[in-house]
C-alpha cells in the first residue's frame, strides 16, 4: 500500500456538548476568543447560549456575524481586521458551512496576511493559524472535520476552493441539539450535501483504506435515515445524521471529491444558490459519467443504496443511480438544472470556471470544460 495520512481534528460529540466549548478554547489558550455565527443561529438563541457557556469560565469575546451564505471575500477581509481590532486569540465557529468556511478564511487572513485570495488553490498557506474551534449547527458541510474553506471570490463570481492542512480546526465540538432549530429543508440539503461527499471520496483517485471506511459507513447511515428525517427528524435522526455527516467529513478530507462538487462550486459562485440543492441535480449524472472508471465501487454504492446484493456490477452500479433519482424525487428535491440556473447561455462558462477548481483532480474520469457541459446539459 502507499504512504498515506489522515487529518482530523479533535472531536467531542454528543448531546449536550456545547458546555465544554468555553473549556476547550481555553485549554488553547484563549483569553478573549472571536465567535464567528450568522443572524439565523443568533434568532435560534444558540449564540447566546454560547455566550453563557464562555461567561461562565469567566472569559471575554467578541462577536463577528458579517457572514451570509456562500460567504463572501470581503467578509473574510472584514472579519480578519476585526479580530485584530478586538485583540482576539482564538476563533470560535457556530454555524453551518459558511459561518465555519468564513472563520476558516478570517484564520487565514490573520495568520499569513495578505488576501484571502492569495491563498487559493492547494497547499499555498505557510504560516500557522489562530487556534479553532467549530461547533458545526448542520450535519452535511463537514467543514469542522476538513481541510477546505470554500470562499465567493465577488470579481469573478466564483468559490475558491482552498485546500491546507492548516484548515482543520484543532476542535470539533458536535451537539446533535443545535440542529433541532434547522428548518427541514436546510437538514435534508445539508445530508444530501453530506451523501455527496461520501460518495465522491469514496471513488476518489486519492482514496485510501483509511477514507473508504468512513465513505460507505456515511453512504449506509444517509440513506437509512434521510428518509426518516423528511418525515420526522427526531433528535435521534439527527444525532444519526451528524455521525453520518462527521465520517463523511473525515472522508472527504482526506480523499477529496470530485466533478459534482467542482460543479456545485462554480454555480453556487455564481448564482448564490443552496449548496446541497445543486447535488440532488448533478450528483447522479456525474456517477453515470465516472460509472465505467469506477466501476467496482459504483457497484458497492449501488448494493448500499439499494440494499440488494446484486452481483452483476454494471447493474448494481445502474440501479444504486436510480435509487438515489428516486430516493431524491421523494424527497421532493429539485432534480432538473433549470430549476436552480435561470438561463443556459451560462452553462459554458460555469463549465469552463469547474473545470479550474481543484476538486476536479480527484475525479475517477478526467473531464474538460466540454465533458462537465454535457453533463449540464443531461439535467438542464
Not at 481534528?9 to 456538548?17: H, L, Q, T, V, Y
Not at 427526531?234 to 467529513?249: D, Q, R, Y
Not at 459504483?298 to 440488494?308: C, E
Not at 476536479?360 to 439535467?379: G, H
Request: hydrophobic share 45%; charged share 20%; aromatic share 6%.
Amino acid at each position: 500500500m502507499d504512504i498515506t495520512k489522515f487529518s482530523i481534528p479533535e472531536i467531542i460529540f454528543g448531546r449536550g456538548a456545547l458546555k465544554y466549548a468555553g473549556l476547550c478554547a481555553k485549554r488553547l489558550g484563549a483569553e478573549k476568543p472571536m465567535v464567528v455565527s450568522d443572524p439565523g443561529l443568533r434568532e435560534a438563541g444558540w449564540v447566546s447560549r454560547l455566550f453563557d457557556v464562555l461567561a461562565g469560565e469567566g472569559m471575554e469575546w467578541c462577536y463577528f456575524e458579517d457572514v451570509v451564505s456562500n460567504p463572501r471575500d470581503f467578509q473574510v477581509a472584514h472579519g480578519a481586521l476585526f479580530y485584530a481590532q478586538h485583540q482576539a486569540d482564538v476563533i470560535i465557529a457556530l454555524g453551518g458551512g459558511s459561518p465555519m468556511d468564513a472563520a476558516k478564511g478570517i484564520a487565514v487572513v490573520v495568520g499569513n496576511g495578505g488576501s484571502i485570495h492569495d491563498y487559493e488553490g492547494a497547499n499555498r498557506i505557510h504560516r500557522p493559524l489562530p487556534p479553532m474551534v467549530f461547533l458545526p449547527s448542520t450535519a452535511g458541510s463537514g467543514s469542522d472535520i476538513s481541510q477546505f474553506a470554500i470562499i465567493t471570490d465577488t470579481r469573478r463570481r466564483l468559490k475558491m476552493t482552498i485546500v491546507s492542512r492548516t484548515l482543520v480546526p484543532n476542535i470539533s465540538i458536535i451537539d446533535p441539539n443545535i440542529l433541532t432549530t434547522k428548518p427541514r429543508h436546510l437538514v435534508l440539503a445539508a445530508a444530501v450535501d453530506a451523501l455527496a461527499h461520501a460518495i465522491e471520496s469514496y471513488v476518489s483517485i486519492i482514496a485510501s483504506p483509511f477514507t473508504e471506511l468512513q465513505s460507505l459507513k456515511a453512504i449506509e447511515m444517509i440513506s437509512i435515515y434521510l428518509p426518516l428525517a423528511a418525515r420526522e427528524p427526531s433528535l435521534e435522526i439527527l444525532e444519526a445524521l451528524s455521525i453520518a455527516s462527521t465520517a463523511a467529513g473525515m472522508a472527504f478530507s482526506n480523499a477529496s471529491l470530485g466533478a459534482d462538487h467542482a460543479l456545485a462550486h462554480s454555480l453556487g459562485g455564481t448564482f448564490d444558490i443552496l449548496h446541497g440543492e445543486v447535488h440532488s441535480v448533478l450528483l447522479p449524472a456525474v456517477m453515470r459519467y465516472n460509472l465505467e472508471a469506477a466501476l467496482p465501487k459504483m457497484a458497492q454504492i449501488g448494493r448500499i443504496l439499494t440494499g440488494k446484493n446484486i452481483r452483476h456490477e454494471r447493474k448494481a452500479a445502474e440501479a444504486g443511480i436510480q435509487s438515489l433519482e428516486n430516493l431524491f424525487a421523494s424527497l421532493e428535491m429539485k432534480h432538473r438544472l433549470r430549476d436552480v440556473v435561470p438561463d443556459a447561455s451560462h452553462l459554458p462558462e460555469l463549465c469552463r470556471m469547474a473545470a479550474s477548481d481543484a476538486c476536479l483532480l480527484t475525479n475517477p474520469r478526467s473531464a474538460t470544460w466540454m465533458d462537465l457541459l454535457k453533463i449540464c446539459e443531461e439535467v438542464w
